[in-house]
T-cell receptor
Framework: QKEVEQNSGPLSVPEGAIASLNCTYS??????FFWYRQYSGKSPELIMF????GDKEDGRFTAQLNKASQYVSLLIRDSQPSDSATYLC??????????FGQGTELSVKP | GAGVSQTPSNKVTEKGKYVELRCDPI?????LYWYRQSLGQGPEFLIY????????DSGLPNDRFFAVRPEGSVSTLKIQRTERGDSAVYLC??????????????FGEGSRLTVL
């Protein structure tokens, strides 16, 4: 079982819709969770991090964490074509090492 | 520099050759990470430095892979006797110690290695 699992997609949503990206993790002791965005041919960049159960909102992005279910999600409201990218879920380990999932490719259609 | 710099951006080599990939982190960043990313996959952790020492090298796939950071700044990833399966984009990232705890790694643009 992979430490961090994501549906590879592609996930296709129309412009203006809500995109929902999901991630599960295997280590119940994991404490910190991250979403990175990676445009095609580019390097990953951090969008959000979340530590506590519940929701964390930042502009059009909302991260949700449920530690009991070992589940993390990212919602993107009012999706734009510029949001089209691969979204990587990551879990931190001691010292700041991040373990990444395989990523979900999101396509927002105009 | 303004960001993490990696050289070369592209490297094509033949099976069995030796390769060095260089990473110049953001000035002042004490933590430096190497990841490997294959097509359609997420970044795979290789090794992490805090200062000059390798704090965690558990991701290095075998003894053909080695990395150094002798002065606590620039790092070199060294691959001996390259194999076709080593073909991937090698990503370097750096962070301040605090940023590492929040997961904010600053990635370079990567070195694309192709082994023929």
């Amino acid at each position: 079982q992979k430490e961090v699992e994501q549906n590879s997609g592609p996930l296709s949503v129309p412009e203006g819709a809500i995109a929902s990206l999901n991630c599960t993790y295997s280590d119940r002791g994991s404490q910190s969770f991250f979403w990175y965005r990676q445009y095609s041919g580019k390097s990953p960049e951090l969008i959000m991090f979340i530590y506590s159960n519940g929701d964390k909102e930042d502009g059009r992005f909302t991260a949700q964490l449920n530690k009991a279910s070992q589940y993390v999600s990212l919602l993107i409201r009012d999706s734009q074509p510029s949001d089209s990218a691969t979204y990587l879920c990551a879990v931190s380990r001691q010292g700041g090492k991040l373990i990444f999932g395989q990523g979900t490719e999101l396509s927002v259609k105009p | 520099g303004a960001g993490v710099s990696q050289t070369p951006s592209n490297k094509v080599t033949e099976k069995g050759k030796y390769v060095e990939l260089r990473c110049d982190p953001i000035s002042g960043h004490t933590a430096l990470y190497w990841y490997r990313q294959s097509l359609g996959q997420g970044p795979e952790f290789l090794i992490y430095f805090q200062g000059t020492g390798a704090a965690d090298d558990s991701g290095l796939p075998n003894d053909r892979f080695f990395a150094v950071r002798p002065e606590g700044s620039v790092s070199t990833l060294k691959i001996q006797r390259t194999e076709r399966g080593d073909s991937a984009v090698y990503l370097c990232a750096s962070s301040t110690r605090l940023a590492a705890n929040t997961g904010e790694l600053f990635f370079g643009e990567g070195s694309r290695l192709t082994v023929l």
